[in-house]
């Protein structure tokens, strides 16, 4: 091992996954392996018209969330959903979980069934089951889970099928979890500032705060797709940020894409909040992340097979030499940042509770 000492920040969370994808080198999908890193799951081939696919995802404390607005429960139903979103951004069905738990001394008996009975929930609602996992000491509460999910061969779709023409689509609506964010960081401040003073009024913000503590993974979505046959040509889950899928899916399709800000679905709970601290509901939308809605590529052609209220079309997708623009409401086209939420960029305080899986 040389003295250098690079620090990760220089490479950030994509750049660090691609030096590792290269170091690996046998990466490249070949024989049973059809994708490897690269995509929202690894896929390979189990039978003549069968394929699994596999991912892992984890929630850290003090990165993913705070224990003191996180209740256990909710913590154990989160990791399972954003890993079957992972599955779900496959266009596959999830089957089966493991899960590695990393506890701190401070953590009791009586926190971990709270958790369990969060995981069972998750489990029960998208019909997978847990069936192992590791548990040892950490510095701090550390949920990692691996879920495997199953297709048939020719439904499973790549982040890299996209086309010039296609339409670019979301579905549900977007940035409420990022909005729910805000309010509860804002509660914490408080909580820790007024202590038996506070007395908040939560109720109006509700479901963007549901958003973030609950999101749920849109197999509903999939398994509605299924019944109508029809097949997204591209297909990737909303974990970092509409802005930074939106690049996944350009550079794995090599295309470019416009996105029509005024077309973002987003709610009117999630305005109110941008409105209330002064910002922009767009950006919560673009750059916050944790949606996990599904953004996806679509045949023109296949526009009419689809139920309208189930998606919004927020642009197209257009040739690599176009670049990936935002269109905004009052007439502006600019270059569209991919800056979600990443790891280690130095602009982001891995001290705060974050946005990102
Ligand atoms: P997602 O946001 O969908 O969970 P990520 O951005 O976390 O996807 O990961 C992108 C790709 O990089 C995936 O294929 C994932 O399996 C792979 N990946 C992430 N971290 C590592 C790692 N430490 N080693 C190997 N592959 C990794
Ligand atoms: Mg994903």
Redesign the pocket.
């Known amino acids: 091992m040389s003295e250098e000492f690079t620090p990760v920040s220089h490479l950030g969370?994509?750049g660090l996954?691609d030096r590792?994808?290269d170091r690996?080198g046998e990466a490249a999908p070949e024989g049973d392996l059809l994708c490897a890193?690269?995509?929202?799951?690894?896929v390979y081939r189990v039978s003549e018209e069968t394929a699994h696919v596999i991912?892992?995802?984890a929630l850290i404390e003090g990165v993913h969330f705070e224990r003191t607005f996180m209740p256990w429960g909710y913590l154990g139903r989160k990791a399972i959903a954003v890993n079957v979103s992972?599955v779900a951004?496959m266009n596959a069905e999830a089957r089966y979980a493991v899960v590695t738990m990393g506890l701190p001394r401070n953590v009791s008996v009586q926190m971990v069934d709270a958790l369990y009975d969060g995981i069972r929930a998750g489990c029960e609602r998208y019909g997978i089951h847990l069936v192992g996992g590791d548990t040892t000491a950490a510095p701090q509460m550390t949920l990692s889970i691996t879920v495997v999910g199953e297709a048939p061969l020719d439904r499973i779709v790549y982040r890299r099928g996209a086309r010039p023409g296609d339409l670019l689509c979301v579905t549900g609506d977007v940035g409420a979890a990022y909005a729910g964010l805000q309010v509860l960081i804002e509660q914490q401040r408080a909580m820790r500032e007024l202590g038996d003073a506070y007395a908040p009024d939560l109720e109006p913000y509700r479901t963007v705060i549901a958003r973030q503590l609950t999101p749920a993974a849109r197999t509903d979505v999939i398994e509605d797709w299924k019944r109508r046959r029809v097949r997204p040509r591209a297909l990737?889950?909303v974990?970092?940020g509409v802005a930074s899928e939106v690049h996944h899916l350009c550079r794995a399709s090599a295309c470019g894409a416009v996105v029509n800000g005024a077309a973002l679905p987003i709610s009117p709970e999630t305005r109110a909040v941008a409105f209330e601290r002064m910002d922009d509901a767009d950006t919560f939308a673009l750059f916050g992340g944790e949606d996990y809605e599904l953004l996806f590529a679509l045949d023109p052609d296949d526009a009419d097979r689809l139920s309208p209220e189930q998606y919004t079309v927020i642009g197209r997708f257009t040739g690599r030499d176009e670049g990936i623009m935002l269109h905004t409401a009052d007439g502006g086209t600019f270059p569209l940042d991919a800056a979600g939420f990443s790891h280690f960029d130095s602009e982001s305080d891995p001290g705060q509770p974050s946005m990102e899986?």
């Open positions: 969370e994509f996954i590792i994808r690996l890193i690269g995509d929202d799951a690894a991912t892992a995802d992972d951004a990737i889950d974990s970092d899986q």
